[in-house]
């Protein structure tokens, strides 16, 4: 029986008790939660307390379960377990993302196994499968919804024709988006996962900081209304590809057509896409977070030690990885302009992209406005490909139109081909 030592016994923690007393692999000998004392009910008799020492001053202990969240404690218990040559067992993502480089390097000297499958989707066993079957190929492309409250807020926008703040409202009171939302819809969570993915298949370390990242915050219902007028669906998408030797990595919202496999992964649920050079194209999805679930792969990762079937991710010396700018990417846009109502504008817009290079794939006019009408129209245009810094000079040019009565938005749209040069 392995003996496991607990920190946090909130959402996750209390499912992970749940499946652990049913176990034949393991069994939790303490707990160090701050409010253990109004828990009791939940504990029985497992000795608990707010002072971590009664975990980490226990010899019997093998392996400590880090579910508290955070930064700080988090990474003191990182610290003391591989200095105590202890596993480590986290669903913490904000913690990797920043601290990794140091502890999975410290880890690996110290020949400390870390098992983080919770922190990157939930109950989706991507880091396994990612170790242990594709990996040993070169992968061109990664492409993730990683992040559920956002994949649920843009969904029922689709839905129910809301706008933004509507939904995140009734999925707060649904518990279903936190308090403070604001490290799930400006995109941080998603990212803190990427970069751990994309260091996991490079074994590179890639600095999430330094990935661009956009929200979902802007997004608005015109925008989500076009996207099924036109066939795709607007997704907070995570996208990792290799391209002419260089790393691009970005989060942003993204046309998703729905010729890709994540054009059906709706509602709260998150869902990976992985292309190997020779085994092509897996997708792996399912629930992404929630108590049960989650604990689930904390619970498989502790099982697996248990049988010694883990396996470490060798991190002596990484090399950090290059992010090739995102503003030299080459992808389709939308775009969408609010113009006024008068012969000439589309010629004119045509122009700004046409001088540029950039060449159109379509048109789109709102037609329920009056002919004669004063108000602003949209006005849609789908590019072919073309690089997204050429595209915002030509849109920051149509801004200073006096027909354009509205900032421009650009949204790519992208399958699950990895781009060519
Ligand atoms: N919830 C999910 O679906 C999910 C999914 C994937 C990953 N995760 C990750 O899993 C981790 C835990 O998430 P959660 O949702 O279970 O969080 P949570 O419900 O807030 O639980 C955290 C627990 O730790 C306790 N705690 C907080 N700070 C502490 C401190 N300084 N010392 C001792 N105890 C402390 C909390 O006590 P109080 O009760 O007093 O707050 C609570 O019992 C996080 O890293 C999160 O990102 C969660």
Redesign the pocket.
Known sequence: MVKIGL???????QGLLQLVKKSPYAEIKAV????YQKKKDILQDIPAS?DPSMILENPEIDIYVE????ID?PLFIAREAIDRKKTLIT????LLAEHGYAIFSRASLNEVHIGFE??IA?AIPIVRNLMSVINYQPISRLQGILNGTTNYLLTKMAKRKAPYHEVLKEAQELGLAEADPTLDVNGMDACHKLALLASLITNKWFEYERIETVGIEQISLSDILWAEKMGYKIKLLADYHYNDKKHFISVEPTMIPSSSPLYAIDNEDNAILVKGEFSGEHLFAGKG???LP?AYSVYADIVNYALGRHSSWDMKHPEYAAIAPESGADYEFYIRLQVQNRPGVLAKAAQSLGSRGISIAAVHQEAIYEENSQDPVDLVIVTHHCRKEVLTKALAEIEKQDYCTNAAVKIPIKGSDTPKK
């Open positions: 920190f946090g016994l909130g959402t996750v923690g160090v939660d701050r409010s707010d579910l508290i969240g955070g404690f669903a913490n993502k904000a919770a922190a939930g977070a929630g108590s989650t």
